[in-house]
């Protein structure tokens, strides 16, 4: 759960200081993620497609 967190954090919420999400920032994203791409890194790949 915390992982989670962590990733929505980092990859799916605009900072307001920054800008941009921190793994943008970071170099890590080319764009910011939205909610559905999160959780379907949790589906197994055979329930995603």
Known sequence: ???LHYMCY???R???TLR???ALEAGLSD???SI???V???LPKRLAA
Do not use: D, G, K, R
């Open 10 to 12: 980092n990859f799916c």
């Open 31 to 33: 764009h910011i993620w």
């Open 20 to 22: 941009i999400t921190p």
């Open 40 to 42: 379907t890194l949790l």
């Open 1 to 3: 759960m915390v992982a």
């Open 36 to 38: 559905e791409e999160l």
């Open 14 to 16: 605009v900072h307001q």
